[in-house]
């Protein structure tokens, strides 16, 4: 069965100040991986996906994440962080066998907090 | 925008009550997905559709659950003989086919059970 783990359950960081968000994953075969992000009574937003191809994938808002095979990890991270960034993240992972089906699952979530 | 739609937003039941909340995919997308996502956790796959075939089901999905998606459109999920427990956000979302695309999801309905 695929797992995700988001071993953090807040990460405090000062504006502007770098942000990482860590993710390690269990999946049988190659992974697809995801990176949600969810602000207060809504739903989640796509930030990126690592599908096949260069490690260090760039998504939305100036976020990017870095795929380690060896390490099962999928982190994400952004430069410079701002305090609009302060949101609840969740890592997911689709794997590619039939078996696993179409289902993400997700880890428990990381909540950011910037503060200024 | 048309993103996905859901609705309710949040509904009130008593235990025992049925519910049924609809979504609402994006137009061009095959796949619809629905999640259960509880305070402070992950969301939990439930069930998808592929059209109007429902293609997989979690074991979380118990018989007093239900879902349809009738003419490969909108979808409904029903729940019978409400618990306490069912209290929670349920996420639906949609997709192309392949499976390296992302899912979108929509703003969820908050069911709170009394």
């Known amino acids: 069965a695929q797992s995700v783990a988001q071993p953090e359950d807040q990460v405090n960081v000062a504006e502007g100040n770098p942000l990482t968000v860590k993710c390690t994953y269990s999946v049988s075969g190659n992974p697809y991986l995801f990176w949600y992000v969810q602000y207060p009574n809504r739903g989640l937003q796509f930030l990126l996906k690592y599908i096949t191809g260069d490690n260090l994938v760039k998504g939305s808002y100036g976020f990017e994440a870095e795929f380690n095979k060896s390490q099962t990890s999928f982190h994400l991270k952004k430069p410079s962080a701002l305090v609009s960034d302060s949101a609840l993240y969740f890592c997911a992972v689709r794997a590619l066998i039939k078996a696993e089906g179409n289902k993400l699952t997700f880890g428990g979530g990381t909540r950011v907090l910037v503060k200024p | 925008d048309t993103g996905v739609s859901q609705d309710p937003r949040h509904k009130i039941t008593k235990r025992g009550q049925n519910v049924t909340f609809r979504c609402d995919p994006i137009?061009?997308?095959?796949?619809l997905y629905w999640y259960r996502q509880t305070l402070g956790q992950g969301p939990e796959f439930l069930t998808y559709f592929q059209n109007e075939a429902q293609l997989e089901k979690s074991r979380l999905l118990s018989d007093r659950f239900s879902a349809e998606r009738p003419k490969g459109s909108f979808s409904t999920l029903e729940i019978q003989r409400t618990e306490q427990g069912d209290s929670a956000m349920y996420l639906c979302?949609?997709?192309?086919?392949?499976?390296?695309?992302?899912?979108?999801f929509g703003p969820g309905t908050r069911l709170t059970v009394t």
């Open positions: 979302a949609s997709s192309l086919v392949e499976p390296f695309y992302e899912q979108y």
């Open positions: 137009s061009e997308h095959n796949r």
